[in-house]
């Protein structure tokens, strides 16, 4: 990760992926260049990312597809510079009615625009980033377990002894999906495509 420079006019800047137009394709529609450091309000932090990491909802707002996403993303051309969203990082800088959290804390959470070596937060979407988890561990968890989460405990109210399928199992919702309801004390049974699943029989867990 480079050091922020500044430029003549004294804007400080980063390295960042950015995407001008809308497109199925990473290689076609996004590139690498420097752009200023996001600036924070009052009730922001500004976060020095040390590992993102690409989710389902990444290629919908980087392709703009379905036409659903587009109000959020942009009508025409993407509203921000990446499509990035989940972060692990160290806290930069906090706003001046942050509470909770200070400059040289580890956490992860989603940002907008989280492909990049700064990125913007509020402090309600990060967390301290656990001790036991490395800086690209932790960026995994986001927006995929937050979801399955949702999906098991708060929606499907997953219980012990319950029995639970679980399809797409070996994507990134599904392999959370699996972990949390096996936590739970459910019997799981997991379905994948075979060329998905064959890694995922190897760590799976079994009850």
Excluded: C
């Amino acid at each position: 990760m480079s050091e922020p420079t500044a430029t003549a006019g004294g804007t400080r800047t980063m390295v960042a992926v950015v995407q001008q137009r809308y497109g199925a394709e990473p290689e076609a529609v996004l590139h690498v260049a420097r752009l200023a450091r996001p600036s924070i309000g009052p009730g922001e932090v500004l976060v020095r990312v040390r590992a993102s990491s690409v989710d389902r909802g990444t290629w919908h707002m980087m392709a703009g597809m379905p036409y659903a996403v587009r109000p959020v993303s942009g009508l025409r051309r993407p509203r921000l510079p990446n499509p990035g969203r989940n972060i692990a990082g160290v806290i930069e800088a906090v706003g001046s009615d942050v509470t909770g959290f200070a400059p040289g804390d580890a956490v992860y959470g989603t940002a907008v625009a989280a492909f990049a070596e700064y990125a913007a937060a509020r402090p309600d979407r990060i967390a301290p980033k656990p001790t036991g988890l490395t800086f690209e561990e932790a960026a995994t968890v986001p927006v995929s377990a937050l979801t399955a989460l949702q999906a098991v405990r708060d929606k499907g109210q997953v219980q012990e002894g319950q029995q639970v399928l679980i399809t797409g199992a070996a994507g990134g919702v599904g392999t959370f999906a699996v972990q949390l309801a096996h936590a739970f004390g459910a019997r799981v049974t997991a379905v994948a495509s075979t060329p998905s699943s064959t890694p995922y029989r190897r760590w799976a867990p079994t009850k």
